[in-house]
């Protein structure tokens, strides 16, 4: 069965600090991958998906950046973090050929103090 | 483009209570539809699905019929619990895009009370 991981579960960082949060998928291959932030109380902002390694396309303008370095490794980062950048975000991913259904990571709550 | 609504609530039953959550959207093509909760401090977990016309998923006691004369994806379940209390999301995913895209409403709020 496939799976899905995120890390780390919560983090608090300063204004001006660098981010780097992971994501990794078990049990499948060459999925696609997605970067989503919730903001309290909010819905579901996609940021970043990826179709394969080095694929990457961005929604929304952001402070933030994506990599997959390997198939199954999606990572977040930032140089700089802002205020505005703190919430609840969510990998997810999905099979290239189904009913497209995405399936989501347990999220990694970041605060920006 | 393709858009879901659906009522942003906070929605606040009773223990054993009827609930309804409804959801509209809006396709240019022939959608899968869904319905995602998520608990407090959690990701959020597939509830159901349908993938055509008339179709009607179903988990937990939750259902959705999809109907494509309305394009409506309303959740119904007869007698909610305590352990209901979450969000719900609304979702849709158009096959003829470039990539997987899925589109969510905003979320349902539901709490239950004993």
């Known amino acids: 069965s496939q799976t899905i991981h995120q890390w780390p579960a919560t983090l608090v960082q300063p204004v001006g600090s660098p981010l780097s949060l992971e994501c990794t998928v078990e049990?499948?291959?060459?999925?696609?991958l997605y970067w989503y932030r919730q903001a309290a109380g909010r819905g579901l902002q996609l940021l970043f998906y990826s179709v394969g390694i080095g694929q990457i396309s961005s929604e929304v303008p952001q402070n933030l950046s994506a990599s997959r370095p390997q198939d199954r490794q999606f990572i977040l980062s930032s140089k700089k973090l802002l205020l505005s950048d703190s919430g609840f975000y969510l990998c997810?991913?999905?099979?290239?050929?189904?009913?497209?259904?995405?399936?989501f990571g347990p999220g990694t709550r970041l605060t920006v103090t | 483009g393709d858009s879901v609504t659906q009522m942003e609530g906070p929605v606040t039953l009773s223990e054993e209570a009827f609930l309804t959550i409804n959801c509209t959207y809006t396709a240019t093509g022939y959608p899968s539809l869904f319905w995602y909760v998520q608990y407090p401090g959690e990701g959020l977990q597939l509830l159901l699905k349908a993938t055509k016309a008339d179709d009607k998923g179903s988990n937990k006691g939750f259902e959705a019929t999809y109907r494509k004369e309305t394009t409506s994806f309303h959740l119904e379940k007869g007698s909610v619990q305590v352990s209901d209390s979450a969000v719900y999301f609304c979702a849709l995913s158009d096959k003829g895009t470039s990539y997987d895209k899925v589109i969510f409403g905003p979320g349902t709020s539901l709490s239950v009370i004993p």
């Open positions: 997810a991913w999905n099979r290239l050929a189904g009913n497209y259904e995405q399936y």
């Open positions: 049990g499948t291959s060459n999925p696609n």
